[in-house]
């Protein structure tokens, strides 16, 4: 009677299962579904680059996966928003570009240069993951870049509405 396992005693290995995994709402949005996809695209093509005779080039996937699975985690797990150390919005565009340029060349010579199979498939699947890091890295811009322009437009009314008042009180 001592095998029997009762409910609660999953429920800590469950939790902290839960807990590393993005939650629905996060997997849903634009950012979780584009990192999501980025860290698959990441792994297939690591997985086609072992594979074939392209085999130098496995370590740009193996390092834009680890990236885009940090980042993942600590999207879903809003450990951005408690470790302000870092610009984040400015870290992930700059993951984003030069991922986005070193997987196009990776893929141009994996499909141009080798003549196996995997090759092919690896840069067909580099190829999407370009468009993949592209986009975000387009979301991302998009988003600093209004930011930015709500930051000035701030301050640039201030300025304004400092130089009017002193403007007015010169024509007293």
Do not use: H
Not at 23 to 39: D, P
Not at 166 to 171: E, G, I, T
């Amino acid at each position: 009677m001592g095998d029997i396992e009762t409910p609660d005693s999953n429920q800590p290995r469950q939790n902290v299962l839960l807990s590393v995994l993005p939650t629905k709402e996060f997997a849903t949005s634009k950012k979780g579904m584009l990192l999501i996809a980025e860290v698959a695209l990441s792994f297939i093509s690591f997985v086609c680059f072992a594979a074939s005779t392209a085999a130098s080039f496995v370590m740009v996937p193996v390092l834009e996966f680890l990236l885009a699975l940090f980042v993942l985690f600590a999207y879903s797990t809003k450990f951005n928003e408690r470790f302000k150390g870092f610009l984040w919005p400015l870290m992930d565009f700059l993951r984003c570009v030069t991922a986005s340029i070193i997987f196009f060349i990776i893929s141009i010579i994996a499909v141009s240069k080798y003549a196996d199979s995997s090759s092919k498939a690896a840069g067909i699947f580099g190829f999407i993951a370009t468009i993949a890091f592209a986009l975000d890295f387009y979301l991302i811009f998009n988003e600093l870049a209004s930011f930015l322009k709500q930051g000035g437009g701030e301050s640039n009314e201030e300025q304004s509405g400092q130089q009017d008042d002193s403007s007015d009180s010169d024509s007293d």
